[in-house]
């Protein structure tokens, strides 16, 4: 079986981190969250699969290569071109994607699968592509309720008693809202869906195709499951997930690592004196990752691969990404520290290498900075650090 997974998003509101990982590779816990959505797709028979890419493309292309190793097979559709040698994205939206891969050779010619690929799920596709089928649906929007207060950042479906999708609306204002019954990004689609998008042009599924089939009284239904949905499209929505996985709410996820001590998860030959550090689960540490006595970590925390946590440092509710050092007496609460940028779970950051704060946190391949102008202690004040005790 076939199915399509939308990976050419620039992921504009999860950056800093996407600047340098598009969004199918942001990691939950070392390994990238569309590898979970392949082992799904795999595990509920859908073996060849079609990928949109754009930004940063050669990033999921060279990680996930035919798909081989994962048990399927994995194709590629480029959506930009280049400009004085270097390889520039241009995303066709999502219908636009679909119709691109169509128009180049019909690949999509049974009922197939397209899923975003910034979502943990576990969902049993299966019992859904039956449902569609016996629904004779050219269209199927797999949806869940949520917070009214969170409407506006996802498309809002109303459906009659049968299911069949009477309005759609694109992230609406929360006075506007129809209904708090959301599109999960997960469809099941016909092949005649592709016949109602355009050729050659950018094109939207829940924007422009969706109110379409509306408007022609399509057979188009919504199905509401009850299945674990983590969305990861957001600063805030990433920090939730982490937290999920390692408090073990998320049952399709495993911490990775050896348990330690309870809550407490470690990757290959990370350097700790256990009785003189102040660690409380839940927390995973990488491999390779060093931290000096006298430091502590409140968990849920999540500290990568190759960092060094230096001696009076905390981590408190914070995921620190790899290759970080934190300096002598930093103070990190409620941070995620992702190369040169510290963000608040808000989505606030600032660029440490701007704010010449590099002696507080940097890259451990780097030679260490000097210690914080006297100027930039008021910026330090920040993150939470105690500069006195860093510069002791």
């Not at 590629?76 to 169509?102: C, P, T």
């Amino acid at each position: 079986m076939k199915a399509m997974i939308l990976a050419a998003g620039k992921g504009t509101r999860i950056r800093p981190i996407t600047y340098t990982i598009p969004k199918p590779m942001i990691p939950i816990l070392q390994k990238p969250v569309m590898e979970f959505l392949l082992e799904l797709l795999r595990q509920h028979g859908f073996d060849e699969i079609m990928v949109n890419v754009s930004h940063l493309a050669y990033e999921i292309e060279s990680y996930f290569r035919d798909g081989q190793r994962f048990g399927v097979q994995i194709g590629y559709s480029f959506e930009g071109k280049i400009v004085d040698g270097e390889l520039v994205g241009a995303a066709v939206g999502s219908a636009g994607g679909m119709k691109k891969i169509q128009d180049f050779s019909p690949f999509f010619d049974d009922t197939f699968v397209v899923l975003c690929g910034d979502a943990l799920i576990d969902l049993d596709l299966s019992a859904a592509v039956k449902w569609h089928r016996e629904k004779g649906s050219i269209a199927t929007v797999i949806m869940k309720t949520v917070p009214r207060d969170e409407v506006s950042s996802y498309g809002v479906v109303v459906t009659d008693e049968a299911g069949k999708i009477k309005a759609f609306q694109e992230k609406p204002a929360i006075e506007e809202a129809l209904s708090t019954t959301i599109n999960t990004g997960i469809y099941i689609f016909e092949p005649e869906i592709l016949d109602y998008i355009p050729s050659g042009q950018e094109y939207d599924i829940g924007s422009e195709l969706f109110p379409k089939l509306v408007e022609m009284n399509a057979p188009f239904y919504g199905l509401p499951m009850d299945f674990e949905w983590v969305d990861i499209g957001k600063v805030p929505d990433y920090w939730h997930a982490i937290r999920s996985v390692l408090r073990g709410e998320v049952k399709n996820v495993a911490i990775p690592g050896k348990e330690v001590a309870p809550g407490i998860y470690t990757g290959l030959n990370v350097c700790v004196n256990w009785d003189k550090v102040d660690i409380q689960g839940p927390v995973y540490i990488g491999s390779m990752t060093c931290i000096e006595d006298g430091a502590k970590i409140v968990g849920p925390a999540m500290i990568g691969q190759n960092c060094w946590v230096c001696s009076g440092a905390t981590v408190d509710n914070s995921v620190i990404f790899e290759y970080s050092r934190l300096g002598p007496g930093v103070r990190l609460v409620d941070k995620l520290v992702f190369g040169r940028y510290c963000v608040d779970k808000t989505g606030a950051t600032i660029d440490v290498q701007a704010a010449s704060l590099d002696w507080l946190i940097t890259d451990t391949r780097q030679e260490l900075p000097t210690q914080m102008p006297a100027e930039h202690q008021a910026i330090a004040e920040l993150l939470g650090t105690d500069h006195r005790v860093a510069q002791s």
